[in-house]
Nanobody
């Protein structure tokens, strides 16, 4: 059983910063990629950023230059540093872990609200 424990999130003003963290209770040798997705009200869940076990990163165009994803393989954690936040970043953010090539696991989600 894979468990993902998320922390961070909350309410911040436009231009502010937040840090999201996710810890995975699984052997680090099993994890392929880790990442963050988000879902705003009335919209589909979308990719925010991912990072592979080798450290390769991928970002949504809307967050490039503002968000940074990092990973601690020894602790099985992934961190999303979010700077210069905008109202359109408001969403529930979900941690994702890919085991092998096809097994996806999701965190419970954490709310991020950016007020203008």
């Amino acid at each position: 059983q894979v468990q993902l424990v998320e922390s961070g999130g909350g309410l911040v003003q436009v231009g502010g910063s937040l840090r999201l963290a996710c810890a995975a209770s699984v052997s680090r040798f099993s994890i392929n990629a880790m990442g963050w997705y988000r879902q705003a009200p009335g919209k589909q869940r979308e990719l925010v950023a991912t990072i592979t076990s080798a450290g390769s990163t991928n970002y949504a165009d809307s967050v490039k230059g503002r968000f940074t994803i990092s990973r601690d393989n020894a602790k099985n954690t992934v961190v999303l540093q979010m700077n210069s936040l905008k109202p359109e970043d408001t969403a529930v953010y979900y941690c994702n872990v890919l085991i092998g090539l096809t097994k996806n696991y999701w965190g419970q989600g954490t709310q991020v609200t950016v007020s203008s």
